[in-house]
């Protein structure tokens, strides 16, 4: 179950330093899943033994223009509602802005889990002028150095004890799918063809659709749970447009589920949103079949799907080993391919390969070609060994890991799917020292 913080707080107050503290360690370990980007706005955080995901919302701010403080207002009451826990940054050497009041004004009224860290205590002396920021009505609030990490143990400790806890897991065991993509590209009409009800409203203006759902279906022999996220605008009124406001949806959808549908609208291509979101299903080691709903609406000829394919997996190479399937929806084509797609992509996600049959394989393999060797010292592979983790995880043991470079890992990961089928998983590869 994913737990999300998200970090507020106006620009210039610390916000990405303090996101890159947080997520600094586990980033790492995320990146090597082959093909990720980093960016500043949403990382992996571990405190404690607790996880959790964190949000700059300050990632977004940038392009907008004069509507600057109602973008960020609108940022803070999306932040509200999506977030488990929401970091109020402030500056403790400009003191309390308008800004600040304003923020603080909201989370008062709406929110119900808040931090506030005052930022840039970098020194002891400080600490006393950090309690001024109490006038803003606020409790839990610790004085921080983003850049030189004073008071954040303290901060996170307390931080890690409001998180939801495990304990509100789900009783069902059901693997969960759920279906990310842009506002109208087709989500709820999807999930109403699926139901067969008109649970959801539809209407051709985006997010009219309630909240966050569990559908138990039956399909093919198969029981899983539908997780239906299109549309949790109740509270806040909020302009959809917003990228931020569609990237917090698809963070939340997607860590709530095994296998996500990215939804892409045809008549709009694969935008950089698309991208994102795709980036996001790859980096939350989640499983993927990518819809490309509306195919209706597009004139085709023989070749119109292999060139969408390809532009498609152009955008999200190196990793293009997953299911694309043109739908559409009005007229209920392929949405039953598309939920088998699913089924298998969760059968793969889920495929263990014994270490005899991994050795038996890969270990000529690797001989024939072996890793390149590095000033003059050769590496070699003594076994692997499939961990047990969420997504398919292989360990090489070899004499000198260090020396494996990643054109390599992208070689061993290519066998893999080419052996077995892992479409629409991201897989690790590590190499380790024995
Ligand atoms: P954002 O706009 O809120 O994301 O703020 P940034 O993280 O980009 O930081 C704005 C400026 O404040 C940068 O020059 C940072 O180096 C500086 N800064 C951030 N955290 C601290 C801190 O703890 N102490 C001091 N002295 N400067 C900080
Ligand atoms: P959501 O915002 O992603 O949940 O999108 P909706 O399900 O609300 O759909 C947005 C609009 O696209 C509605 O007017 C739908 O009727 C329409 N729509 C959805 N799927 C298709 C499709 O396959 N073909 C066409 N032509 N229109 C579709």
Known sequence: MGNIVAIVGRPNVGKSTLFNRLTETRQAIVDETSGVTRDRIYGKAEWNGKHFSVIDTGGWAENSDDQFEEVIRQQVLIAIEEADVILFLVDVTTGITDYDEAVADILRRKAKKVIIAVNKVDDNSQITESSYFYKMGLDNLFPIS??????????????????????????????????????????????????????????????????????????????????????????????????????????????NSDICFLMV???????????????????????????????????????????????????????????????????????????????????????????????????????????????????????????????????????LPQYIKEPYKRFIENKLRQKWNFSGVPINIFFRKK
């Open 146 to 255: 983003a850049i030189n990490g004073s008071g954040t143990g303290e901060m996170l400790d307390y931080l890690v004890t409001i998180l939801p806890t495990a304990g509100e897991k789900e009783t069902s065991d059901l693997p969960k799918f759920t279906i990310a993509g842009r506002p109208n590209a087709g989500k709820s009409s999807l999930v109403n063809a699926l139901i067969g009800e008109e649970r959801n409203i539809v209407t051709p203006i985006s997010g009219t659709t309630r909240d966050s759902i569990y559908t138990e279906y039956n399909k093919f022999g198969h029981r899983f749970l539908l997780v239906d996220t299109a549309g949790i605008r109740k509270k806040a009124k909020v302009n959809d447009n917003l990228e931020f406001y569609s990237v917090m949806r698809a963070i939340r959808a997607i860590e």
């Open 265 to 399: 609208d045809a008549t709009r291509g694969f935008e950089g949103q698309d991208q994102n979101i795709f980036n996001l299903i790859e980096r939350n080691k989640k499983g993927v079949v990518v819809l490309v709903n509306k195919w209706d609406l597009i004139e085709k000829d023989m070749h119109t799907a292999q060139n969408f394919e390809n532009m498609i997996k152009a955008r999200t190479a190196p990793y293009t080993d997953y299911p694309i399937i043109f739908t559409s929806v009005i007229e209920k084509k392929r949405i039953y391919k598309a939920l088998e797609k699913a089924i298998q992509v969760f059968e793969n996600k889920s495929r263990r390969i014994s270490t005899s049959k991994l050795n038996e394989y890969l270990l000529p393999l690797i001989e024939n070609y072996p890793p390149p060797a590095y000033k003059g010292k050769y590496i070699k592979v003594k076994y692997v060994t499939q961990l047990p983790a969420s997504i398919p995880t292989f360990a090489f043991f070899c004499n």
